[in-house]
């Protein structure tokens, strides 16, 4: 079975300064990982994903993570915060199953 | 143009009434889903459908019955509306597997009241 852990219900950063989301997964297969961002009152938007090529996945708006298989972790990072990235971030898995197994979500707040 | 359209957006209602919700996808894709959201935003696949074909369906009450009547198109209705439904409803779609991008949908915001 798949699942996720996202570490932080809610993360605080001042604008201009680095992002951290953690995910932990687990899973009996190699997985792919996903991130989406839900900004309020909106659908959810990828940000990035893995599937199994480079550990280091780029997405949209600077973010970027990085597949850590002897830590079971895909953290969600970005240098540079800025005050449009104020969403809900979702750390997704899924496998050979055709469903997305979604975290619970981090809220990231992001102050002047 | 919009890739993924839910109608309606907002859907108060009483329980025991019956709804549906509507969802299209212009992106030409091969499968369509359904989620629900609840209150602690906590996001859980209901139903998928691959070509008009059920694929995935989760432990949901039978109140709920997905139609699809062709590939752009699926559809959630709901039947005997409970106050735990309430909850905000999202479409998704993708070319064909998991692994692949699913787009989602603006969601709508079921109250039952």
């Known amino acids: 079975a798949q699942s996720v852990t996202q570490l932080d219900s809610h993360v605080s950063v001042s604008e201009g300064t680095p992002v951290l989301l953690r995910c932990n997964y687990s899973?009996?297969?190699?997985?792919?990982l996903f991130w989406y961002v839900q900004h309020p009152n909106k659908g959810l938007q990828l940000l990035l994903k893995y599937t199994s090529a480079a550990t280091l996945v780029k997405g949209i708006n600077g973010f970027e993570a990085e597949f850590k298989k002897s830590e079971t972790s895909f953290h969600l990072t970005k240098p540079s915060a800025h005050m449009s990235d104020a969403a809900e971030y979702f750390c997704?898995?899924?496998?050979?199953?055709?469903?997305?197994?979604f975290g619970t979500g981090t809220r990231l707040q992001v102050f002047p | 143009d919009t890739a993924v359209s839910q109608t309606p957006k907002y859907l108060v209602t009483q329980m025991g009434n019956d709804k549906s919700i509507k969802c299209e996808q212009n992106l030409g894709h091969d499968t369509m889903y359904w989620y629900k959201q609840d209150s602690k935003k906590f996001l859980k696949i209901m139903f998928s459908y691959n070509n008009k074909e059920l694929i995935i369906n989760e432990t949901v009450p039978n109140r709920f019955s997905p139609k699809s009547p062709d590939k752009a198109h699926l559809n959630l209705h709901i039947n005997s509306l409970e106050l735990g439904d309430s909850a905000v409803y999202f479409c998704?779609?993708?070319?064909?597997?998991?692994?692949?991008?699913?787009?989602f949908g603006p969601g709508t915001r079921l109250t039952v009241l």
């Open positions: 899973s009996s297969y190699s997985p792919s």
């Open positions: 998704a779609s993708s070319q064909s597997l998991a692994l692949d991008t699913q787009y």
């Open positions: 997704v898995v899924t496998s050979f199953t055709d469903k997305l197994i």
